[in-house]
Each structure stands twice: as structure tokens, then as C-alpha cells.
């Protein structure tokens, strides 16, 4: 039992390690290796060497589909070029094996010393993530030692060897079991690590090992379909070509494993290489196979999901990047883009909000439908930022985080607020002897001063969000400058409002707590939309120095 739990700890070990690496790259190198997906996109060729390059580095295929997916949902790259893509990332992951299984244990401590020193010295910086991945580089290579260390006694514990003995050669039945094991160690990297060195320690034979190779490389394109479940109809083209790539190579190779495997077995090459040999052979053929065929096959996925128009018609997120989590610095720039979204939609409401006031009942429902946009954007910016790792922020990421979160939430409770107004207004214009007919309101003294108003709201939600997006300190001082403004306007407005109660306008008096209360909401309006001055000017001095 304590072998057992020891092969388990080791695997769970390669797996973290994989981890590390991934993260620790994707923060030093994340933009760059966008920028060189985004750009390799003219050639098949150089799409396919970006893919292989790019998952070499990051250690997992699943870490670049993702990244391609997020690009062709967004529209930023094209089906047929991100299908080359995910095709060199399945050749980049089959080198990637090779690489680990390299006699290289005396890198082990090395790597984690180093990557120790380095890491807790500079945490916040590119060297400290650095030292990160070579952290997780020292522990993939300790962990594989582990297993083979584990997997030895395995062979002669009776309870163990049972367990294995499922693995009979059922060529189906371990391609399945690869394909699970894949999805549960969210890596078929380190399914098909594990996978030779059981074949080295003699737990499972040749033949099965490539059996669970097999299924390892389909278990990553299913693994492709669930991340991109939530992906719109070009995402899920993407996942759905992927898995469809790894089906057709194992539909034509698995008939073939029993002639297969013998005649392999026979090569001067231990066990271990020639799982990773048959593991990078059979990728790199199927792959150079497939990309010809790039192009209609992204014609016929075109076809087999159609875009949802519904879906296209409601509003969802569209920058909140999750493969971009691992690098801090783009992810923020991702909520930073979406909470701007969020601005254009407040725009909207105070134009409806306007049509509204000037007898236009019908809009208010408009304002609702509006508001829950922003609901649905403020919502997803809050879980988007929630799963950051915050505790590796630096300094100016942190304060950089908790602008964005506060901006997103000021825009919410805004939108909040002119919903209110507006449903305040429409109940009024429907109420008898107090409506806001189109003949009335153009004799309401107040209806100058409330146009008034809301072109200054229009102004300084613009001015703003320029605030939040480039922190100009002159752009900051005169958003303040327009909040005082502001506020002197509102005073003025209400002390008019009260000298015409006084001369007993009736129109005044059968609006009175409405207008006031409109004066009231928006100068709470006012406030959230201009708070993002404060939040600058609060910053420390060499943080605005550049600026």
C-alpha cells in the first residue's frame, strides 16, 4: 500500500512540476507567445513551427489550444491557420517527452536550488518567475526518478500487479484508459511520461503502453472540447477539429497495434525510448498527414456548427481571456478592456434614459435590458479577477487589480442607478395629472436643466473612462475639476427648483419630489462615474512621474 502511495505522490509530483513550468513561462513570456501565435498565421508552415515552438516551451499542448482558441473566438485569428496551430502543438508536446527523458537526474537539484534562490529573492520579477519554471523543470525530473524508483516493487506486490492486470492487451479498452488518464492529469504529457516509465519498471507490456499513448493523445483533444464548452461557435469549431485530428490518427493506427508492437519490439532500443520514439513518430506523420487538410475540414466545421445568432445578439464577454490568467500583467489589461465595455454600455442607458424623460415610456425597457448587460459584464470581471493568483502580484498589479475591480463596480452601481431613474420617470408619465406629456415637459422649466445635466454625465463618463484607461494626471485633474462643476450645478438647480415651488409653478409642484429625486441620483451618478480621479491621484509619485 505505501508503494502505491508513493507511485501516486510521484505522479502527482510530475503533474504539479508541468504546472510550474507552465505558469512560471506564461508569466515571463505570455504576451510574446501570443504575439507569435497572433503573427504566424499567413504560412501553414510557420503556423505549424509556432505551434511546436510554443508548446515546447510551456510544456503542454492543452496550455497552447487554449491559447489559439482564445484568439479564434475573438476573432482574431482564422479557423484554418489555429487548426495548423493545435497541429504543431501536438508535435511540440511528443518533443517535449523526448526531452524529459533524457538522463538528466543530476539537473534535479540543481534546477530547484537554483530556481529556489532566485524565485523567493525576486518573486515579482521576470527573474523570479524564471526561477519558478526552473523550480518546476527540477521537480518533473525528481518526480520521474521517483516513479521509476516506485514503479520497481510494484512488480512483485500481488494487490498491484492485480490492479494492472486489467491491462490485457484489449486494444480498445487501453486506448480508453489513456484517454482518461490524460483528462484526470489534465496533460497527455504527463500520460505518456508516466506511461514509458511503467513500461521501463516491466508493470505494463509494450504493447499495451501504446495502446495508452494513443488514448493520451485523444484524451487531450477531449480535454479541448470540455475547455471550450463555454466558448462561442468558432471556439468549439477549433476544439471539435483538434479532437477530430487525434480520432482520425487513432482510428488509423489501432488496427494496426498487433502487427504493430511486435515488429517495434524488436528494435535495438529499450522499452522507455521506444514509447517515446512511437509517441513523437506518430504525432509528427499524423500531423503532417492532416494539415493538407486543414482547409476543408475547417469548411466542413463551418458547417457542422453554425454561429448563434441568438447568442451573437446577447451580450457576454469578450476579452476575459483565461489562458491569459498565468500572465498578471495582460490579464488585467483584458479586464481593464472589458470594464470599458461596460462604459459604452452606461452610455447607452443615459441615451435611453434621455428618450425616457422626454415621454418615450417605451425605452425604459430598453434601460433594463441595458442594465442587465452590465450585470452580466460586472459579474464576469469579478470571477475573472477572483481567479488571478493576487498573492503574486507585484506592487503596481496589485493597485492596477484593485482599480479594475473598483471601476467595474462603480459602473455597476451606476447602472443601477439610472435603471432606477428611469423606471422613477416612466411610473410618473403614466400616473394621471402628473404626466410627462410631450406638451408638458416642453413647458417644464426643469427639463433644460435636467438636458443639461445629463450632457455633462455623457461628458464625464467619456472623460472617465480615459482616466481609468491612460491615468493622465491632466486629464485626472480636469475630471475633477468637472465632478465640482458638477455638484455647483446641481445646488443651483434645486435652489431653482425651490424658488419656483415658491411662485407655486403647479407643473413644479406636481413633479417636485421627482425632479428632486432625479437631482439627487444624479449626483450620486456623477460621483461613481468621477471617483476613478481620486484613485489616480492617490497614486505614489513615481508611479505618475512617467505619465
Sequence with gaps: MLTLLNLLSAVALLVWGTHIVRSGIMRVF????????????????????AGVGV?????????????????????????????????GADVGTAIMARILTFHLSWLSPLFIFFGVVFFLSRKQTRVGQMGRASIGLGLILLALQLIVSAARPITQASGVQ?????????????????????????????????????????????KVALCLVIGANLGSGLLAMLNAS??????????????????????????????????LDKMPVNDEELVIFFHVF????????????????????????????EAEATLKPRHLDRSALDTPALALVNAAREALRIGDVLELMLEAFSKVVHGEVREERTVRRLDDDVDVLYTAIKLY???????????EDSRRWGEVIEMSLNL???????????????DKS??????????????????????????????????????????????????????????????????????????????????????????????????????????????????????
Design 30 to 49: 505570455g504576451a510574446d507567445l501570443r504575439r507569435v501565435l497572433s503573427r504566424s498565421i499567413e504560412k501553414k508552415l510557420m503556423a505549424f513551427l
Design 55 to 87: 508548446t515546447t516551451l510551456v510544456q503542454s499542448s492543452n496550455a497552447t489550444t487554449l491559447l489559439v482558441t482564445s484568439f479564434v473566438a475573438q476573432k482574431l485569428m482564422g479557423l484554418t491557420p489555429a487548426l495548423v496551430v493545435v497541429l
Design 162 to 206: 492485480v490492479l494492472f492486470s486489467s491491462l490485457t492487451g484489449d486494444i480498445l479498452q487501453d486506448a480508453l484508459i489513456g484517454a482518461v488518464f490524460a483528462i484526470i492529469s489534465y496533460s497527455s504529457l504527463v500520460a505518456v511520461l508516466i506511461t514509458a516509465t511503467l513500461t521501463a519498471a516491466g508493470v505494463i507490456s509494450f
Design 230 to 263: 463555454g466558448s462561442n461557435a468558432a471556439g468549439k469549431r477549433l476544439a471539435l477539429g483538434s479532437l477530430l485530428f487525434k480520432l482520425l490518427g487513432s482510428l488509423a493506427v489501432l488496427p494496426f497495434i498487433n502487427l504493430l508492437a511486435p515488429w
Design 282 to 309: 506518430y504525432n509528427l506523420l499524423r500531423c503532417l498527414v492532416m494539415v493538407p487538410f486543414a482547409d476543408p475540414m475547417a469548411h466542413l466545421f463551418k458547417r457542422m456548427i453554425r454561429d448563434d445568432t
Design 385 to 395: 479577477l477572483a481567479r488571478m493568483p493576487k498573492e503574486d502580484l507585484s506592487e
Design 412 to 426: 455597476e452601481q451606476a447602472g443601477d442607478i439610472i435603471e432606477r431613474m428611469s423606471a422613477d420617470v416612466a
Design 430 to 547: 403614466l400616473t394621471p395629472r402628473r404626466a410627462f406629456s410631450a406638451e408638458g415637459l416642453k413647458e417644464l422649466e426643469g427639463l433644460k436643466e435636467l438636458e443639461a445635466l445629463h450632457e455633462q454625465l455623457v461628458a464625464n463618463l467619456r472623460l472617465s473612462l480615459l482616466v481609468f484607461l491612460s491615468r493622465d494626471l491632466a486629464s485626472t485633474r480636469r475630471l475633477r475639476r468637472a465632478k465640482h462643476r458638477f455638484c455647483i450645478l446641481i445646488r443651483r438647480y434645486s435652489h431653482a427648483h425651490v424658488e419656483r415651488l415658491h411662485q407655486k409653478n403647479v407643473q413644479s409642484i406636481e413633479t417636485s419630489s421627482l425632479h428632486l429625486g432625479l437631482l439627487g441620483d444624479m449626483k450620486r451618478l456623477n460621483s461613481l462615474l468621477c471617483s476613478v480621479a481620486y484613485t489616480v491621484l492617490e497614486q505614489p509619485d513615481d508611479e505618475r512621474d512617467y505619465e
